[in-house]
C-alpha cells in the first residue's frame, strides 16, 4: 500500500543553519504530496504543498520539489530560525481520493540559538 | 473565524470506561477526518464523515471505536471499554469539499487510559 518515510528525528540544528528533511514516499498513480508542521500544544497546519511532478512548493522560507523519479519531496530552509522549532510532516494523498491523507512518522526539529 | 475546536483537551479514562471526543469543524466545513496519534509514530486515518453519513471508516478499529457526525452539533468519536492502547492524541481536521486538499486540524485531545 502506499506509505511515506522520513528521516528519523531529532534534528538539531543551530540559527541559520541550513535545514533539510529528507522524506520519500511509495505511492501508485499522481499522489498529492504535503509538508505539515505541528507546533508545541498546536494542531498540525499545512506548510507547503505540490501536486504534480516537478512542482515546487514553498512557504515562509520552506521549499519542497516533488520529484517522480526518485519519489521524493525533501523539505528544505537555507536559515532556519529558533521560531521554527516544531515536529515536520510529509504527507501524500493518493490520487483521487478526498483528505484521506498518508502520513510520515514526522521529524522533530530543535533549533538552538 | 474559529478554528477546529476539540474538547476535551486532555481526557484520563480508566481502563473499560467510555471516552467521548469532540469535534467542531470550521464553518462551513461539512467533511470530518478523525486521526489518531500513538506516540512515537504519524498520525494514522481513522474515519471521514460527511454530515450524517460515514464516507470511509477504514481506518477505524473494527470493535468497540465509532464516530459521528450528526446534522447539529460535532462530531463525536466514542470509544468503548477503553483499553491501555488507546492512549493516544486524537486529531480531527475539516475542510469544506471532499475534494479540497487543504485539510484544517484541531489542537488534539490527548487521552490517557490508566
Known amino acids: 500500500g502506499d506509505s511515506v518515510t522520513q528521516m528519523e528525528g531529532p534534528v538539531t540544528l543551530s540559527e541559520e543553519a541550513f535545514l533539510t528533511i529528507n522524506c520519500t514516499y511509495t505511492a501508485t498513480g499522481y499522489p498529492s504530496l504535503f509538508w505539515y508542521v505541528q507546533y508545541p500544544g498546536e494542531g498540525l497546519q499545512l506548510l507547503l504543498k505540490?501536486?504534480?511532478?516537478?512542482d515546487k512548493g514553498s512557504n515562509k522560507g520552506f521549499e519542497a520539489t516533488y520529484r517522480k523519479e526518485t519519489t521524493s519531496f525533501h523539505l528544505e530552509k537555507g536559515s532556519v530560525q529558533v521560531s521554527d522549532s516544531a515536529v515536520y510532516f510529509c504527507?501524500?494523498?493518493?490520487?483521487?481520493?478526498?483528505?484521506?491523507?498518508?502520513f510520515g512518522q514526522g521529524t522533530t526539529l530543535q533549533v538552538k540559538p | 473565524n474559529a478554528g477546529v475546536m476539540q474538547n476535551p483537551r486532555h481526557l484520563v479514562r480508566r481502563r473499560g470506561q467510555e471516552a467521548r471526543l469532540r469535534c467542531s469543524p470550521m464553518?462551513?466545513?461539512?467533511?470530518v477526518y478523525w486521526y489518531r496519534q500513538l506516540p512515537e509514530e504519524g498520525l494514522k486515518f481513522m474515519v471521514y464523515?460527511?454530515?450524517?453519513?460515514?464516507?470511509?471508516e477504514s481506518g477505524m478499529p473494527k470493535e468497540r471505536f465509532s464516530a459521528e457526525f450528526p446534522k447539529e452539533g460535532p462530531s463525536i468519536l466514542r470509544i468503548q471499554q477503553v483499553v491501555r492502547g488507546d492512549s493516544a492524541a486524537y486529531f480531527c481536521?475539516?475542510?469544506?469539499?471532499?475534494?479540497?486538499?487543504?485539510?484544517?486540524f484541531g489542537s488534539g485531545t490527548q487521552l490517557s487510559v490508566l
Open positions: 464523515l460527511q454530515k450524517e453519513n460515514i464516507i470511509d
Open positions: 504527507a501524500l494523498r493518493p490520487s483521487g481520493n478526498t483528505g484521506k491523507l498518508i
Open positions: 464553518k462551513g466545513h461539512s467533511h
Open positions: 505540490a501536486t504534480k511532478a516537478d
Open positions: 481536521a475539516s475542510s469544506p469539499r471532499a475534494d479540497n486538499e487543504k485539510l484544517f
